[in-house]
C-alpha cells in the first residue's frame, strides 16, 4: 500500500508538476519547523483547518507562516460568524489528516468538497510554497502556480482572499 506522502508524490508526477522534497523529523507547530532551520527554499505556509459555531462548514486556510490571523475577522469575510479550530476528529474525518500533518493536499481526501479552501492572494507573489505532503515528516516545495494546478485537477475552488 502507498504511504501518505507517496500519493502526493505520485500525484504531483502525474501533473508534470515541479517540486522539491525536504525530509525532517515531525514536527507539531510552526515553532517546530523554525527551529529545524530548513534551508530557505521557499515560504513556510501555515494551514488552519477551522469551523463555523455550528460545526455546519469547515474551511481550510493557507496563509504565511509569519502572519497572524484574526480569526473573528476572518470570519466576517467568509460570511461565518465566530469561528474556531475544528477538533482533531473533524480534520481526520474531512481531511484524512492529524494535527500537525494540515495540509492543502489533505483536500485529496476530501472527494465529497465538504471543506472550504481559502489562501492568502500574498502568497502569489512567493517564489515558491512550503507545505506539507499529508505528513509532519517533510515539507514540499512548489509554486503557487503549481499548486493551483494540483488543487483544480482536484476540482478544488480555491477561493482567494487578503489576510
Known amino acids: 500500500m502507498e504511504d501518505q506522502k507517496q500519493r502526493v508524490y505520485n500525484a504531483l508526477d502525474k501533473l508534470g508538476i515541479k517540486y522539491e522534497v525536504v ?3 515531525p514536527v507539531h507547530t510552526m515553532e517546530d519547523m523554525d527551529r529545524l532551520g530548513l534551508p530557505a527554499k521557499g ?3 501555515k494551514n488552519l483547518f477551522l469551523r463555523d459555531s455550528k460545526g455546519k462548514r469547515h ?3 493557507t496563509c504565511d ?3 497572524k490571523v484574526d480569526l473573528k475577522a476572518l470570519g466576517r469575510t467568509l460570511g461565518a460568524g465566530n469561528l474556531s479550530f475544528a477538533s482533531e476528529e473533524r480534520l481526520e474525518e474531512h481531511l484524512g489528516l492529524k494535527q500537525g500533518s494540515v495540509s492543502p493536499f489533505g483536500l485529496m481526501n476530501d472527494t465529497e468538497h465538504k471543506v472550504e479552501f481559502f489562501i492568502d492572494k500574498d502568497l502569489s507573489r512567493c517564489k ?3 507545505i506539507h505532503p499529508l505528513e509532519n515528516t517533510a515539507t514540499v ?3 503557487f502556480k ?3 494546478k494540483f488543487l ?3 476540482d478544488v475552488d480555491v477561493i482567494k482572499i487578503k489576510l
Open 65 to 67: 507562516e509569519k502572519k
Open 43 to 45: 515560504t513556510l505556509c
Open 128 to 130: 515558491s510554497l512550503g
Open 23 to 25: 525530509e525532517h523529523e
Open 146 to 148: 503549481d499548486l493551483d
Open 59 to 61: 474551511f481550510l486556510v
Open 152 to 154: 483544480w485537477d482536484l
Open 141 to 143: 516545495f512548489l509554486s
